[in-house]
């Protein structure tokens, strides 16, 4: 060691000697016959290392010229506690590493190509996500917030975890008690709260909610999928307390019509609210007629509803609201049971409704009246463009009238009739209306 | 041209797998590269016609289009293709699942139904049991209560049996639902490894058409590059050898073009050379002549400097002088100043002193006034005086005339008869008789005149006829005058002031005309009967110079106006009039003086007077007088030249003696020659 060292000390010097008196140049030969110059790390570095080093402690960056500040961002480690490096690096290229670390897979696109958001998005989703209500203190959520509030736009939550602490008990017990228990202790069977974190996200426009377990295996219990009164009056005000919210989906969450009610009742008249998305629920008539309150009580441009069990009153419900919407583009009521009842309703609607582009009534069971319905709609009706009647019952003469009222049509770009027991023929006609041009009035039916 | 070739495209596409769709899509992208083509020749159209390399270029990127196009609408069909084979699944599990709930609800309903069907056969039974309870209440025998204990146990057994049966129909419902569950699971699985296997055949399918596809564009362009590499490079080669040879040209002709410059600019340098030597020499001589003048200019300059020094001393002195004036001159000043204000003092005091005099001189203004006032009336009464005494000398004087009249005539008288021997007649001696000074009638004016002959209408022709001798003098008949007069009055109204004629228009015509006449006169300056006389006749005249003009018009109205004037004329000739006969202001200033009060009086009849009574001898008289005095003096002359020539005679009778005398004494002395002539002179003397 102190012989590299004085090796160096003298190299050091012998350029400097050269450059005073080129005459009285004399070669020091150094010991190591491999040691050049170019080994030699230079101050800099060094002290840029230095400050990679006590980066914790100290951390020093804006005050680096681009170059330097460009050489410890690239050497900076990723394990640095995020209250430290949160709001003081904006590179991209150090988020990068972060994320690559910590996740395999990370597609940066969807998060506008920030990795930094990616990276703030995916932290929080994952404090979220297992989160054990009165297990872990609320601190560690509430930490991160001033973190990362001005870099999450959207949070996907895949799960969100119930309290354990009576869950043994409950395994030790009859199934059926199990049931009747937990409607008994509802309150605390609670998932984590919303309100106290999404006022404090002012960029916050995605919310994706899932109150259930992902991947419980073998260790399957109905309370793991349990979305309780309390928790949705919590959701329902955290929603009304976030303005800018636009987006809000809430899949497989055992949704009623009670809550549906409610989440409904805190979002009339959301400022910014464009999106509404309740699949895989279990809303019927009576949240399909707070649904259809909502309508026309917000700028909701696309509504997703499918897999429900919205029935004919329901549908009437909401196509009662479609004839005076002025605003939403797509209607997705897939996996219903909205019926003939519901589709006559809702050709009827279409009539009225000037703006409506997309619209998916597959599964529904509905027949010839409602093709005969749809036909008469079609013919009235120039802004749909996509239009989804997939296994329906539709039947040989429903095609036909289907097909005679898409000729009288100059909008339609898509019509799926697969699996609706309609003939060959207008099967036939099906596929030349799914790539008809609109713009193109000479394209046969 | 352009059309087939997206239907070309359209052909070779067709050999793909599905048959109608691909048409369709083939239809919309050949409508569509029609209209990219159709609006690819307007602009080309608009941007003219290009050079014939630009067309080839774009015709070769059209190919590289083509083949992207193409590429593009694979993909579409292929994407579509691949969703729709995608979606099916999902659509099938759609269907699957709304199956299923259709089934679900229909064993719910059966399920319900039979459930209702149990309630009710079970409730039926209970209520047979229930009953049977109270029989068995009724029941006194025992056997008969064991009966009945044993009916209502089979009755409960039958009901327990039923529900049971239902539990395990139930419980086996439950199992198929678990098995179908699990069945369902598995299907699921299958579904979603279908799904997965599909879609990676699709993404393995999509990659390799597309890397297919990126391959043929990729050849598409490299071919276009490599003939684009091509051309050009014949191009540039084709280019680079013109431009050599140009080069090659240039330099020679450069080179020719060097040669000839150096030849010119040997000569030029040999010529300079010689020009260079000649104008050396020129210039030595001129710099030594320029020397000489140098020296010359020295010389003056010194000589000049001289002057000047002398000239500028002379200048100080005299600037002395100036400021030795200068203050004379100032002092001077000062003393005009002095005098200046004295002489206004002065002035001023002039001033009051005139004002003073100016006062006093009014005082004797007005005292000079008052004392001609006075002197006037003394001149008036001295003028009394004067014409008493005019009288009287006047009688003196006639009388002192009358009698030398008297005595002329009686000379007259004494010469014709003792001279002449004639009968003397006395001529007319009217004068004789009167005595005094002559008293002259007063003029008559010209209104009065006027007046006169206005008012001879009223009396009548008579009394014309009687007067008409004193008038005849003047040679314009009255009447005429009076026509004249009257013309006037009309035509000259303007004449008379507009006051005037207010104030007269109540009096009768003849006293207006008169009025209005008197005005006139006055206007034009006529003032005696005399003046309107000779107007008259002017304007006769007048009349009678201008007759030959207007004879044609006068003989129409031949009548009363035929000697008249015309009325146009008249203010033409009035104007002559008064420019000929407009008379001097002194005499109406001499006719002023009258006004004061001294009668002037005329004394132009005076010398009239004296005149006849002078002329008692009448001119022929006089002549004979003359006649008679020259003879009679030439008889005294005679006479008196008879008397002097006895005289003479008697002297130079003495002379001669004495002469005689003389002579005799000189004949007797030295000169005999010159007394001959002497006495031939002394004769000639008093001649």
Known sequence: MSRSQSSRRTGSMRPVNAAADGRKMRSIIAEDSEWSLELVPLLTTLCLQHIIKHFREKPILDELTPKYKAYVLQRLPTSLPLTITANLISDESYWKRCCEGRWAVSDVSTYDNSWKRMFFERHLENIIEFFIPDATDTKTVLDVVPLCRNYVKRLKVSQLLPPIRESPRFDEDDRSDCASDTGSEGPSMDHFDFRILLDKLPNLEELNVVYGVKGCGMNFEWNLFEFTFRDCEFLAKALHSCKTLQVFRIHRSKVDDEKCCLL??????????????????????????AIGKLLNRSQLKRLVVCNNQIRGPGAQALAHALSKNITLLSLNLRLNRIGDEGGQALAQALVKNKTLVNLHLGGNNMTEPTAVALSQALVENCTLKNLNLSNNKLGVDGGKVLEEGMSHNSSLVECDIRLTDVSQDSEYSRQHAKIKHKHDPSAKV | MLQPEPFAGEEADEPGPSVESKNQAERITARRLRIAARNETKTRQELGEDSQGKEDIQEETRKSQKEVEKSKRHMVKLQSDGLELVTNIQVAVDARESDRRTELEEACRLRRDKLENEAKSSQEKFEEITRKWTDAKMKQTPLDLRDAMNSQQQLCEQILGDKNKLISELQQELKASDDHYVKDLKRQAKDIDLLIERMEEQISSLKKSYREDLQQIENSFDEERRTLLTKHRKKWGHQMKEQSEKELRNMMQGLS??????????????????????????????????????????????????????????????????????????????????????????????EKQLKTEEQSLRNDYTRIKQQYIDMQKKARHFAALDAERFEKLWLINEDEVKALAHRVLETDRIIHEQQLGLAWVSPPLPFMERSGPIEHKTLRTASQAAADTLQEETRGDLVEESEGLGDTA???????????????????????????????????????????????FSAIGIESEKDVYTMAEFLMNYRQHGREQRELMEEEETTNNSDFIHHNDLLVALKEFTAQYCRPHGVQASQKSSVLGLIMRDDSEDAAHWESIANVIPESKLRLWSALDTAINKYHTVLTERAELLVETQNVQQQNTELRQLLHLYTTSKASAEPEMQPTRMRQFPM
Request: hydrophobic fraction near 35%.
């Open chain 2, 474 to 520: 003047s040679g314009v008949n009255r009447r005429t005058v009076k026509r004249i007069l009257e013309l006037l009055c009309d035509e000259l109204g303007f004449l008379v002031e507009s006051k005037l004629l207010k104030l007269v228009s109540h009096l009768e015509k003849n006293d207006q005309s008169l009025i209005k006449l008197d005005a006139i």
């Open chain 2, 257 to 350: 073009l060097l040669e000839e410059h150096e030849d010119l600019l040997q000569k030029l340098r040999v010529w300079k050379a010689e020009e260079y030597n000649t104008d050396k020499i020129r210039m030595d001589t001129e710099v030594q002549n320029l020397r000489k003048k140098l020296q010359e200019v020295k010389f003056n300059c010194h000589l000049n400097e001289e002057k000047l020094d002398y000239k500028y001393e002379v200048l100080k002195k005299r600037e002395e002088e100036n400021a030795i004036l200068k203050s004379h001159l100032k002092r001077k000043i000062i003393r005009m100043q002095d005098v200046l204000n004295n002489l206004k003092s002065k002035c001023a005091s002039q």
């Open chain 1, 264 to 289: 409904v009742s805190q979002l009339l008249d959301h400022p910014s609210l464009q999106e509404l998305d309740f699949s895989h629920n279990h809303i019927s008539d009576r949240g399909a007629r």
